[in-house]
């Protein structure tokens, strides 16, 4: 019985670099939720998880800097859905100031050939 269980056990470092690699791929997924990988290259894989890494320290280090939502993925949410509008992250809980129109009536007329 000895002698095959010594035969089974790996031994070297491709087994342990095999497991590491499995286990941060592992935590990669999980913790930046990157579903599936858009890049099929190397250098595709790097640059996606480069870009979620920042992305997921800008949220931590985001929210560690505010007071005004309690979790993380309220937080998140609430990043999400403000992405594109430019306002203080204390100010994302309340709704944006309404947009106002011109109520000035349009000129009538005809204004071809005339220069403004």
Known sequence: MGRNWK???????????FLTR?????WIKQTLKIKHFLGTSENAVRIQIAVALIA???LRLAYAAQTAVEGL???????RANLMHRRPI???LNPPPPIIKDQRPLP?????GRLA
């Open 22 to 26: 499995q286990l941060f791929f592992r």
């Open 90 to 92: 204390d100010r994302l």
């Open 73 to 79: 993925l309220a937080f998140t949410r609430l990043v």
């Open 56 to 58: 997921f320290l800008l």
């Open 7 to 17: 035969r089974a056990q790996p031994h070297g470092p491709a087994p342990r670099q």
């Open 108 to 112: 009538s007329g005809n204004f071809e």
